[in-house]
């Protein structure tokens, strides 16, 4: 086989030739790349602004390159946030909101990024609206203190596009190089405002229905919330809701209000005490159930041991396969490059059918452990324990339920699996 350069690769040395050639491409393709990262890098380190669009509340300054000056519609808009924030106590959703009902222009829309303006806004109004994470970059965003900052993220490779985002003390920062929005003071508080944030909500929390309530009005997937407080007598008192995710962001992508987790529970509970009164197991019909299960998990370790036998045949080949090729090497049958392709090759298959083996080796262990003698009486108080709902866990929701909607008048809409 010939390529542009005439180079024959079914040929030794043509094959070497196509190798570095290969090589020098790859390590000047490599050097261009650290030339032009470490231009970008000086000019970082000068504090000259890199991004292709400015940010909100600033235009590119059109005297001095990489400079940035005020933008005074938007940097009223940028003081308005923070006086919301640190002055007036609202939170970063209340203020996404009332952006949203003074009809104030996105920073998307006002910046006319071309990303969004190719794409439809997947607000039912079409419009691109303000959201709680937005407040949330703007209010933690150093250029509105008249910082620089860069290398928020990094090639991967100069052979592929993809960027990874870097951690905070891998930042360069500049400070001072261009006129500052917000005052330090205003500044520091609102940075001490979401530090306290963050920590009172270190904690996490779970709920078996989390996952499949949604909201009837939009669609939206519900968003657990807890509130807890301590009692005088000292224990956690807990109560959970679910919100539409889109009122969560914004009152205006979905009015739905929230619902207590623990009323869909009831009401789950009720309409399956119903259908669980239809089901009456006898000790002979339950015998048979698990009987079957045990039949099923040895049909399926005796597919498993005819595989494991097949495997092992195969590797048996090709470790056999190996040393022919390496008895070829010596008696120089073959090149030592075709040797180093061959072996390789081999190897690599070899690797995989033994990993397999190691894999269905588990999976029979892991199937033995589950054959064992009957104990009728035990799967009774389990079965019993299952159709009375006690202890019910997510995975046993997750079986019997497809979905769980809401709507605004907290009325609960339930669609189980078994249902048609």
């Not at 203020?95 to 949203?100: E, G, P, R, S, V």
């Not at 007598?233 to 207590?260: H, L, M, P």
Request: charged share 35%.
């Amino acid at each position: 086989m010939q390529f542009g350069d005439n180079v024959d690769t079914l040929r030794p040395d043509g094959l070497q030739f196509l190798t570095f050639k290969l090589s020098f491409n790859d390590y000047y393709a490599q050097d261009i790349s650290n030339k032009i990262k470490s231009v970008k890098f000086r000019k970082i380190e000068k504090g000259e602004f890199q991004g292709g669009i400015a940010p909100y509340g600033y235009k590119k300054d059109k005297n001095i390159k990489n400079h940035l000056v005020i933008d005074e519609y938007a940097s009223s808009i940028i003081k308005e946030i923070f006086n919301m924030y640190v002055n007036k106590g609202m939170s970063q959703a209340q203020i996404a909101d009332k952006l949203n009902r003074k009809e104030i222009l996105a920073p998307a829309v006002y910046l006319k990024i071309p990303t969004y303006m190719k794409r439809e806004s997947s607000n039912p109004n079409g419009k691109y609206l303000w959201l709680r994470t937005q407040i949330g970059k703007i209010l933690k965003n150093e250029v509105y203190i008249g910082n620089v900052v860069g290398r928020k993220f990094q090639k991967i490779s100069h052979k592929i596009a993809k960027v990874r985002t870097t951690n905070p003390d891998e930042y360069i920062v500049v400070e001072n190089m261009h006129e500052p929005i917000i005052d330090i003071d205003t500044w520091n508080k609102a940075q001490e405002k979401i530090k306290n944030k963050h920590i009172t909500r270190t904690r996490k929390y779970s709920h078996p229905l989390k996952g499949i309530v949604f909201c009837k009005e939009c669609g939206g997937i519900a968003t657990l919330r807890c509130r807890t407080e301590i009692r005088k007598t000292g224990k956690e008192w807990r109560a959970d809701y679910f919100i539409c995710s889109n009122s969560n962001v914004s009152k205006q992508k979905c009015k739905c209000k929230q619902i207590r987790a623990d009323y869909i529970e009831n009401e789950i509970k009720n309409l399956l005490k119903k259908e669980i009164q239809k089901i009456n197991y006898s000790k002979e019909e339950l015998t048979e159930i698990y009987r079957n299960s045990q039949i099923d998990i040895n049909t399926r370790i005796y597919k498993l041991r005819k595989q494991l036998k097949k495997s092992k045949e195969e590797l048996k080949f090709h470790n056999e396969a190996l040393t022919e090729i390496y008895n070829d090497k010596v008696q120089k049958i073959i090149t030592d490059d075709d040797f180093k392709m061959l072996y390789k090759k081999k190897t690599e298959e070899r690797d995989k059918i033994s990993i397999k083996i190691k894999e269905t080796e588990l999976e029979i262990k892991e199937l033995e452990s589950k054959k064992e003698d009957i104990d009728i009486e035990n799967i009774i108080r389990n079965s019993k324990e299952v159709l009375n709902l006690e202890n019910i866990t997510k995975q046993m929701y997750e079986k019997l339920i497809e979905k769980i909607e809401f709507n605004s008048e907290k009325k609960i809409y339930i669609k189980f699996k078994f249902s048609k």
